[in-house]
């Protein structure tokens, strides 16, 4: 029940969770355009050694996968809530 509670918190401020979100991302890549916190010794490609790439990646990928599966749900997984009352 405990989870539902906070759950039911973070929807009530859905807006002030998501600044939270945006301003510990910035710091993230923020965090990452300073030489020598992250390691970048070992990137394959030059792309990996930009300021912020992967958080960027994440971010990009995360908001593809959501899109990608609303639309396989709207295709026809999705029922409407009486489909089996019928």
Do not use: N
């Not at 918190?9 to 807006?15: I, P």
């Not at 010794?41 to 930009?50: D, F, K, L, N, V």
């Amino acid at each position: 029940m405990k989870l539902v509670q906070i759950i039911e918190w973070l929807r009530a401020r859905l807006r002030w969770v998501v600044k939270v979100c945006l301003a510990i991302l910035a710091v993230l890549v923020l965090l990452d355009a300073v030489p020598g916190v992250v390691d970048k010794s070992h990137a394959h490609t030059q792309i990996e050694r930009w300021p912020g790439f992967w958080a960027i990646f994440g971010v990009v990928g995360c908001a593809l996968l959501i899109v990608v599966s609303k639309a396989f749900g709207k295709l026809g997984i999705m029922r409407k809530e009486d489909y089996y009352d019928e």
